[in-house]
């Protein structure tokens, strides 16, 4: 059984930052691309960073110069490091495959940037 948990969130301040944290558990997780995604209330859920099984990234441009993802493959984590947070930043942060798999979506953590 496959499982994502998302720890990290929590309330910051705008221009603070967070680090995210995801723990995988059930999958070969070194083989996978792995993504951070993104829900604001009322919006659809995207894409905030990819990351490949040796560390290469792409980010969302809202998000480019902010935020880092990495991974730790002897743990089965991924990471993502926000900095310069902005308001607009307040979502739902989850991690999945890249592309997702729908039965994969655990249920994330809260970021919420405001003053």
């Known amino acids: 059984q496959v499982r994502l948990v998302e720890s990290g969130g929590g309330l910051v301040q705008p221009g603070g930052s967070l680090r995210l944290s995801c723990a995988a558990s059930g999958i070969i997780f070194s083989i996978y691309v792995m993504g951070w995604y993104r829900q604001a209330p009322g919006k659809q859920r995207e894409l905030v960073a990819r990351i490949t099984s040796a560390g290469k990234t792409i980010y969302a441009d809202s998000v480019k110069g902010r935020f880092t993802a990495s991974r730790d493959n002897a743990k089965n984590t991924v990471y993502l490091q926000m900095n310069s947070l902005k308001p607009e930043d307040t979502a739902i942060y989850y991690c999945?495959?890249?592309?997702?798999?729908?039965?994969?979506w655990g249920q994330g953590t809260q970021v919420t940037v405001s003053s």
């Open positions: 999945n495959t890249f592309p997702p798999d729908q039965e994969y």
